[in-house]
């Protein structure tokens, strides 16, 4: 089983251009690479975040997934 952790990385300044450099520690934890596309959300005016495409994708077939057993179960319990 993965242990996943959460970590405060430090902060960043938001440059002229809106712009904002990741740690080094956050983007080797991340296993980030130069190039490398960023989802970028965000909540409440509080709060943005990053996540890597690829792991976007991974979590959306997931949800996908789940979404398809659960219409399933909702469409055969109306039969």
């Not at 409440?44 to 990053?50: E, L, V």
């Amino acid at each position: 089983m993965r242990q996943h952790k959460h970590r405060f990385f430090g902060t960043t300044i938001v440059g002229a251009k809106g712009q904002v450099v990741i740690p080094k520690e956050a983007r080797e934890a991340m296993n980030l690479t130069q190039g490398e596309k960023l989802l970028v959300f965000g909540g409440r005016g509080h709060m943005i975040g990053f996540m890597k495409l690829d792991g976007a994708r991974r979590v959306l077939k997931a949800m996908s997934d789940h979404f398809d057993k659960l219409k399933n179960l909702v469409e055969d319990d109306n039969e």
